[in-house]
């Protein structure tokens, strides 16, 4: 297999879970901020409107191979932000597990953020 077919699937692993959670961040506004204020955070709906947008632009754009390095490099530093202020109660085995996954989707992330997203992408189709 090629390292473009490889990269593309990467790209479809890596986008499809932060364009739904994104989504569905848009869908319940006011849930979210309630969960963004749980943690003790300020400005609870406006994180909300980011995280949802963010997620849904950052994954949409590493899915489609467009501008994916900024894409892969934000959802990146929203893992390792979600892992730290979310999931850092490392008494609770679930919320450890979620910490390592933050933490390893973030290692993905960057590792496409230095390759590239190959030549089945805009970005490859566009020389960028």
């Known amino acids: 297999m090629s390292n473009n077919v490889v990269l593309l699937i990467a790209r479809i692993l890596l986008s499809v879970m932060f364009i739904m959670s994104g989504l569905q961040k848009l869908t319940d506004i006011a849930g979210t901020a309630g969960y963004i ?40 530093l929203f893992c390792v932000f979600t892992a730290i202020f979310f999931h850092a109660d490392f008494g609770n085995q679930m919320q450890m597990i979620m910490f390592m996954k933050n933490f390893t989707i973030a290692g993905g992330l960057l590792a496409l953020y230095a390759s590239g997203p190959g030549a089945l992408s805009v970005d490859g189709r566009r020389g960028a």
Request: hydrophobic share 60%.
């Open 37 to 76: 204020s749980s943690v003790g955070l300020p400005a609870a709906t406006l994180g909300a409107w980011v995280a949802g947008i963010g997620e849904t632009l950052a994954g949409i754009a590493v899915l489609i191979g467009f501008q994916t390095r900024i894409g892969a490099a934000f959802l990146a």
